[in-house]
């Protein structure tokens, strides 16, 4: 887990690497209300592998599939912000193992990448 602030439009990119095939969940908490994360995936090459962006009604996550030794990048963005504080989230990072490589979670909140 991270904690950190952004300014609008602004973004914070974290590194991280799979260890085993899994799925890897991702998830961007704001701290205050009234503050609106993006949250966007890249392999190691730049390519946008997934995304979670205007989700007012959601917290911003992504659960994606994951090859053993895959390098990733999580970017985290304040898209809009309702109050003139710190605008502060934390964002997880969580691998299923190996014992776990599917997931039946339904819903209009999921993506199919």
Do not use: C
């Not at 890897?24 to 890249?42: K, R, W």
Request: avoid cysteine; charge should be neutral.
């Amino acid at each position: 887990m991270v904690t950190s602030s952004l300014s609008v439009k602004n973004s914070h990119t974290y590194k991280f690497t799979s260890n085993e095939d899994q799925l890897v969940t991702i998830v961007v908490t704001p701290i205050a209300e009234l503050d609106d994360f993006d949250l966007y995936i890249y392999d190691e090459h730049g390519n946008q592998l997934a995304y979670s962006v205007k989700t007012n009604d959601y917290v911003d996550w992504v659960q994606i599939k994951v090859p053993a030794g895959k390098k990733l990048q999580a970017k985290v963005r304040l898209y809009s912000s309702g109050h003139i504080f710190f605008k502060s989230y934390r964002i997880f990072v969580t691998g299923s193992t190996s014992l776990l490589k599917e997931v039946n979670v339904t819903g209009p909140h999921i993506n199919n990448w």
